[in-house]
């Protein structure tokens, strides 16, 4: 049941507005590492849209790969759409989203985001129910795009009674 040889999530893929600035973001802000770069990429006849499903004429800029500590790959791209683009989608839209980044200490983390000027939306607030132990506050890259930072150095309160326990990045082997 489910994909033969499933092993996890390997990479996440976005598309930003300016790559060079979303570059320097999670480089020197996330403190992510850059891998390796691809493109332009451009079809004259039908494959971006039988691929992609984006308008055939649209061009892929640039696409950049990122490791970030542990966890799946980041891919992001820059794209001339021959079609527009739509504005950033909130969590609220249909096929919105957010990156979470697991840290620490999650109060070290705000105050290095807004030391940084970096948009934290409030102030860490701690989930409960079958999150309790779990503290989380979203926040936003310069274009606009949800992140969140996400801690629970203490195991959340499911697992307590749960076979199966979510993949934490403190602990990737478990």
């Given at each position: 049941m489910g994909l033969p040889g499933l092993r996890g999530t390997e990479h996440i893929g976005f598309t930003v507005p300016d790559l060079d600035a979303a570059h320097r973001f999670f480089v020197e802000v996330?403190?992510?590492?850059h891998v390796y770069t691809l493109g332009p990429f451009q079809a004259e006849d039908d494959w971006m849209r039988e691929h992609l499903a984006v308008d055939p004429r649209s061009v892929m800029r640039e696409l950049r790969f990122y490791r970030c500590a542990f966890g799946p790959n980041f891919e992001i791209f820059?794209?001339?759409a021959a079609d527009g683009q739509n504005r950033q989608p909130r969590n609220s839209d249909i096929g919105g989203h957010h990156l979470a980044f697991y840290v620490d200490d999650i109060d070290a983390a705000v105050e290095y985001l807004r030391e940084r000027?970096?948009?934290?939306?409030?102030?860490p607030t701690a989930s409960r129910n079958a999150s309790e132990g779990q503290r989380w506050v979203y926040f936003l890259s310069p274009w606009g795009m949800q992140l969140e930072l996400v801690s629970y150095p203490g195991g959340k309160a499911y697992e307590r009674t749960s076979e199966t326990v979510l993949w934490h990045p403190a602990r990737p082997a478990e």
């Open positions: 996330i403190g992510c590492t820059q794209w001339d000027g970096v948009r934290v939306l409030g102030g």
